[in-house]
């Protein structure tokens, strides 16, 4: 599987962007798409998740209500749509496969996309 991430940039706080993962190769109905971010400095933290087979969404504690996942079948694309932009949010987004199903740890994704840079002026 190979990952295409893109639609990162520059915006203000308050603004909305949308991210892309473009998914090539064969997908099954148990992976998982995911999304997470990492900031200078920090861990790797889980954002959102979207199982392929059904489409079940799973998401991060504290990104519910901004961040929206959700796919378009015929495209073979998920996107990240993040609303209310913060200059916290501001990190390198990554899109990723997991073959496994444990969804929320970086360690359990099989393929990843290449990061989009997202920058958020106050």
């Known amino acids: 599987v190979q990952l295409q991430a893109s639609g990162g940039g520059l915006v203000q706080a308050g603004d909305s962007l949308r991210l892309s993962c473009a998914a090539s190769?064969?997908?099954?109905?148990?992976?998982?798409m995911g999304w997470f971010r990492q900031a200078p400095g920090k861990e790797r933290e889980f954002l959102a998740a979207l199982k392929w087979g059904d489409g079940t969404t799973y998401y991060g504690d504290s990104m519910k209500g901004r961040f929206t996942i959700y796919r378009e079948n015929a495209r073979n694309t998920v996107y990240l749509l993040m609303d209310n932009l913060k200059p916290e949010d501001t990190a390198v987004y990554y899109c990723?496969?997991?073959?496994?199903?444990?969804?929320?740890?970086?360690?359990?994704?099989?393929?990843w996309g290449q990061g989009t840079l997202v920058t958020v002026s106050s």
């Open positions: 990723g496969v997991d073959r496994s199903g444990r969804t929320y740890y970086s360690e359990s994704y099989d393929y």
């Open positions: 190769g064969p997908m099954f109905r148990t992976y998982i």
